[in-house]
């Protein structure tokens, strides 16, 4: 699997970066035996629209798929929807959208829309804890995380870059909780927010700390770990030192932009 930050800035756009927005790709088998690369995209963040268009034609997108529907994760779905529902060449084939809740209603209620638009480019599946989908040979499971609004966390079962199969878990917005740890077991990379830091921001049950993620980390036995979604007035260098201190694996950051094999 190949992944790409389209955006990483937790809560907003950021000076350097889109908010939340990472494609997932994987080379599969068509039914007819054809082998292509399947692409899905992990939230739809403000910007996020841009930055796909610069490595991805939206035509070959597979998928996307949202872990809760606060805006900062979804909000370009309306750019997608645009972009597929007035192509120049022809309307474009309905993708799944899978998120908890109400896909559908949260699309229609950012863009505005009335009642007569379906937003037919899209195919809403809601996903709760536990359940699970495919995209070409990505196998997404779906854990529980604590946030303020439903959210889940993402395990990605895939084949690796370097032979075999590999695990990519997504924490999606978090405080602490069990079922981000699980989804993170033994993952070779975990891509874990950590929007807060520890002793300026003490409220719980919305986001992890740099010493959280750690914990996280530490408890999964994460192979890897990059931390994302810090807020514009979030230090790197303190929620990095903060999650060391818990966790003793390769540990980073994610910058917009960069791309990482799994
Ligand atoms: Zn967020
Ligand atoms: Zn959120």
Redesign the pocket.
Known sequence: MKLTVLGCT??MSGPLSAS?SYLVQATGVEADGTRREYSVVIELGSGAMGRLLSVLDPARLDAIALSHL?A??CVDIVGMHVYRKWHPDGQLPAIPVYSPCDGRERTRAIDGGDEADSYETFRFVEVVPGSSFAVGPMAFEVFEAWHTVPAVAFRIVGPSENGGEAVFAFSG?TDYCEGVVEAARNADLLLCEAALEDERDTFRGVHLTGARAGHVAAQAGAKRTLLT?LQPWTDRDVVMAHARKAYHGELGCVEAGEVYAI
């Open positions: 937790g809560s939340s606060h900062d994760h917005d979604h």
